[in-house]
């Protein structure tokens, strides 16, 4: 169970999570050592699932947001579905949603030229794929890793 303090430091390491123990203590009252044992737990409870950097993916290539639906919604076809989608690197994100749809991908790739051929390697190749449908993304408006605490 997460009390205030876990929150409160969860907001910071959010932030930024390169600040010392000693730096993230000092805005939560608490002492170094108190600050680092909430972080292992943190950490190994899987609340914190890691500490990466965040990329601006604008100058990295293209991203698009891919729906898919299937013919048959069959919990092989899904598990499939998901497994070989979770495995393909340029799946930077996989939803499974309720709904016409039955899953929403965010793909990124170096040009629209690639994403095509990805489609039609990944996609267009697959059987049991009924349809999908691509949105190319213009501008990010919002776009956070932060979660409410």
Do not use: C
Not at 26 to 47: C, D, F, H, I, W
Not at 69 to 81: A, K, N, Q
Not at 104 to 112: E, G, K, R
């Amino acid at each position: 169970m997460l009390d205030a303090q876990d929150r409160a430091i969860l907001a910071i390491v959010q932030r930024d999570n390169r600040l010392s123990n000693q730096a993230i203590a000092e805005q939560v009252n608490l002492s170094e050592t108190a600050v680092r044992r909430r972080l292992t737990r943190l950490r190994s409870e899987g609340v914190i699932q890691s500490d990466v950097v965040v990329l601006d993916r604008s100058r990295l290539g293209q991203t698009l947001i891919v729906a898919v639906t299937f013919h048959d919604d069959t919990p092989e076809t899904y598990e499939r579905f998901r497994i070989v989608m979770a495995e393909d690197p340029q799946v930077t994100t996989l939803y499974s949603v309720a709904g016409e749809t039955d899953f929403i991908l965010h793909v990124h790739a170096p040009s629209l030229e690639a994403y095509e051929s990805w489609a039609e390697a990944s996609l267009l190749s697959d059987p049991t794929v009924r349809r999908y449908e691509t949105t190319v993304v213009l501008s990010t408006i919002k776009f956070t890793t932060k979660v409410p605490v």
